[in-house]
T-cell receptor, first 115, second 117 residues
Framework: DTGVSQDPRHKITKRGQNVTFRCDPI?????LYWYRQTLGQGPEFLTYFQNEAQLEKSRLLSDRFSAERPKGSFSTLEIQRTEQGDSAMYLC?????????????FGPGTRLTVL | AQTVTQSQPEMSVQEAETVTLSCTYD???????LFWYKQPPSRQMILVIRQEAYKQQNATENRFSVNFQKAAKSFSLKISDSQLGDAAMYFC??????????????FGKGTLLTVNP
């Protein structure tokens, strides 16, 4: 399977703990996006990378959130000191080159539950 | 800022029948892209169809077609000959064609489609 993969698929943690999610994009894609989807809502943009550079972060991404994409390959999203409001599905998407016509391909998501 | 509104939280259709999902959006831009994505239960989101705003012709992909009304800022999805596998959450999404390099998607809240056998 050469699609976007995410790990883990599910994560249950206690409030105050740190969690880290991983996204592996389609291999030749240089754009990588993170979105968050809460129950009953559509996905909301969090941040995106062009190769290894993080070019924009949403105001939704508080200081407790950090994302990296070392060497422009896989990406990680870390949440420190988790809160119950962080419970959501975290989606990763990648696209080939960021041109106006390119398509974002989504991974299966990581569902986070904060107790 | 752009917004996307899907006014139908849930829709149902009989197998083999046709259903139309509604979407409206708000933007001040003249050039942009609109998408319909499908998210089956516990499965990843996949692109159903895409429409470029500068194209007057409505996009079609097999049983899926759109009715794009640019002046009305409306972008509905028609599913013909509905199949059980079409059951999913459907999201309408907007993307600028300019704005530097961030081609983030702005999504509506989704419409849950049920297909009855």
């Amino acid at each position: 399977d050469t699609g976007v993969s995410q790990d883990p698929r599910h994560k249950i943690t206690k409030r105050g703990q740190n969690v880290t999610f991983r996204c592996d994009p389609i291999s030749e894609h240089n754009r990588l996006y993170w979105y968050r989807q809460t129950l009953g809502q559509g996905p909301e943009f969090l941040t995106y990378f062009q190769n290894e550079a993080q070019l924009e972060k949403s105001r939704l991404l508080s200081d407790r959130f950090s994302a990296e994409r070392p060497k422009g390959s896989f990406s990680t999203l870390e949440i420190q000191r988790t809160e119950q409001g962080d419970s959501a599905m975290y989606l990763c998407a990648s696209s080939l080159d960021g041109t106006a016509t390119d398509t974002q391909y989504f991974g299966p998501g990581t569902r986070l539950t904060v107790l | 800022a752009q917004t996307v509104t899907q006014s139908q939280p849930e829709m149902s259709v009989q197998e083999a029948e046709t259903v139309t999902l509604s979407c409206t959006y708000d933007t001040s831009e003249s050039d942009y892209y609109l998408f319909w994505y499908k998210q089956p239960p516990s499965r990843q989101m996949i692109l159903v169809i895409r429409q470029e705003a500068y194209k007057q012709q409505n996009a079609t992909e097999n049983r899926f077609s759109v009715n794009f009304q640019k002046a009305a800022k409306s972008f509905s999805l028609k599913i013909s000959d509905s199949q059980l596998g079409d059951a999913a959450m459907y999201f309408c999404a907007y993307r600028t064609s300019s704005g530097g390099s961030n081609y983030k998607l702005t999504f509506g809240k989704g419409t849950l489609l049920t297909v009855n056998p």
